[in-house]
């Protein structure tokens, strides 16, 4: 169980002493473009941290967007909160706790100061020799599945896509809705899969003016509907809620515990996506899972199409209590030919995913990818 002690102990781990640390920023194709009411994304262009202490090399993935289409943060600003406000606090003699809080400092921008809080626990955990989860105090334990369909063009190519992950045998299916993408199109998946754990993200898009059409949500037995009103609300999502039987999940409007709480003590959630570069890291997103976990609000682990590196942290997050739902953690192969880390995640039978074997993340960061995929490098200490 996650308690105050189990919390203590990762707060008052030593920031190890850095030798170099790099941003490599890495372009992957995406094996199809993916839609969402927002933006249509066609690859991923991620920001990999490289930090090197005492001889040992930890990587982490900063799982902003070059664009502020999703989040406000975007690679660009997130390259200038590590390197002009956040690196610099970054010494030995304090400690992970601490550097949290000075980080508050520094008001917002999760995304980067996950990258390095992230960075910091993968490196201790590879110098203590234990796997990420153990040093974060949990089990290992096989992770649940999900996938996130992206709006596509016509309901047969949604079908076939559904039809895809139920082969897989993924936990659940996530599809994207948008304004007039939506009512029928959901209809067409659950007629065809009336069994199936399926849920809708609308990134947003709607108005509490909509509150009578979404309500025709409720007919199809949905996991939830994902932040279906403005990205930065919480309170019209409470309103909402009284007028759905759909369970709402929140998802952007989350960026900390004390959003969390809001939103559970106003009812404008019956479950929580967290993202854990959103929260700011992964200290933040064991402390709201284990808030929702007291409070009965069900939590999942929410997904950024991340590389290796950031799927992995995903991965490992998930071990934490209170990670009760299936989360969107998909096979490598749903989004990239070649990621840039090995080993892939591959569901294993029944549609489970292991945790990778090994100490840190337990996979490796293939150095010829890299270099291949590097569209910019910069040293930064
Ligand atoms: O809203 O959850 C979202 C991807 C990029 C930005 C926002 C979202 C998503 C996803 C994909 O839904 C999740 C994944 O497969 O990693
Ligand atoms: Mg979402």
């Given amino acids: 169980m996650t308690d105050a002690s189990s919390l203590k102990a990762l707060e008052n781990i030593p920031v190890p002493k850095l030798d170099r640390v790099d941003l490599v920023t890495v372009k992957l194709p995406f094996v199809a473009p993916f839609g969402t009411s ?44 590590i390197k002009d406000f956040l690196l610099p606090l970054v010494e030995p003699g304090k400690t992970l706790g601490g550097l949290a809080a ?20 993968i490196l201790v955990a590879l110098q203590r020799g234990v796997p990420l989860h153990e040093l974060l105090g949990f089990p290992a334990r096989k992770i649940m599945s999900g996938l996130s369909i992206g709006l596509k063009e016509s309901p047969a190519a949604l079908l076939a896509a559904v039809e895809h992950a139920v082969e897989r045998g993924y936990h659940r299916v996530k599809m994207k809705v948008k304004k007039g993408q939506d009512i029928e199109w959901v209809r067409a998946v659950r007629e065809r899969h009336p069994k199936l754990r399926l849920m809708v993200d609308a990134n947003g898009d709607y108005s ?49 515990l004390a959003d969390a709480a809001a939103a559970v003590a106003l009812g404008a959630c019956r479950i929580v996506n967290i993202k854990q570069g959103r929260v700011g890291g992964l200290l933040e997103s064991v402390r709201i899972a284990a808030f929702c976990a007291a409070h009965g609000i069900d939590v999942w682990s929410g997904g950024m ?26 096979e ?11 080993p892939p995640v591959v569901l294993e039978a029944g549609g489970w995913i292991g945790i990778p074997a090994g100490p840190g993340l337990g996979v490796e960061v293939v150095p010829d990818r890299i270099l291949k995929r590097a569209i910019r490098w910069e040293r930064i200490r």
């Fill in 208 to 256: 509490l003016a909509d509150t009578d059409h979404l309500r025709r949500l409720d007919e199809f037995d949905l996991m939830m509907v994902e932040q279906p009103l403005s990205y930065s609300d919480i309170y019209e999502h409470s309103l909402l809620q009284k007028k759905m039987t759909t369970a709402i999940c929140l998802d952007e409007s989350i960026h900390s």
């Fill in 102 to 121: 000075e980080f508050l400092h520094v008001r917002g921008h999760g995304m980067a100061k996950a990258t390095i809080e992230n960075g910091l626990l």
């Fill in 305 to 330: 199409d991340e590389t290796g590196i950031g799927r992995a942290v995903n991965i490992h997050l998930q071990t934490a209590d209170g990670f009760t739902l299936p989360g969107d953690t998909s």
């Fill in 332 to 342: 490598t192969s749903n989004y990239f030919d070649e990621d840039i880390a090995v």
């Fill in 38 to 81: 927002v933006h249509v994304w066609t690859d991923k262009e991620a920001m990999l941290m490289r930090l090197e202490s005492g001889g040992v090399t930890a990587w982490s993935e900063c799982v902003s967007d070059p664009d502020p289409f999703y989040f406000y943060e975007t690679n660009g600003t997130a390259r200038h909160i």
